[in-house]
């Protein structure tokens, strides 16, 4: 499975920005996919998951990020509205087999894509 992510970019604190990540292989559907961050100096954090019957949001987050999938397109996204300053970071979107809010329960990574908030 290759992930390929894109979407980051430079943003008012306020606006919003939307990932996405790309999936390779044929059984997409069945991938749980996850997005994680990490800031300078940071540990990877858990950002939202989805599979296909549960979607689940790191505090921080909750009400202001959205995660969802188009199967037809192998595709998974990250809406993020109300940015942050803090929510800056490199934003990584990764596949695996069930779903977690463990990044080490994660098989495939995509290559990472910066959103920086400014205030």
């Known amino acids: 499975v290759q992930l390929q992510a894109s979407g980051g970019g430079l943003v008012q604190a306020g606006g919003s920005l939307r990932l996405s990540c790309a999936a390779s292989g044929r059984a997409f559907s069945t991938y749980v996919m996850g997005w994680f961050r990490q800031a300078p100096g940071q540990e990877r954090d858990f950002v939202a998951a989805?599979?296909?019957?549960?979607?689940g949001y790191a505090d921080s987050v909750k009400g202001r990020f959205t995660i969802f999938r188009d199967n037809a397109k192998n595709t998974a996204y990250l809406q993020m509205n109300s940015l942050k300053p803090e929510d800056t970071a490199v934003y990584y979107c990764?596949?695996?087999?069930?779903?977690?809010?463990?990044?080490?329960?994660?098989?495939?990574w995509g290559q990472g894509t910066l959103v920086t908030v400014s205030s």
């Open positions: 990764a596949s695996g087999s069930y779903y977690s809010r463990g990044s080490g329960d994660y098989d495939y």
């Open positions: 989805i599979s296909g019957r549960e979607r």
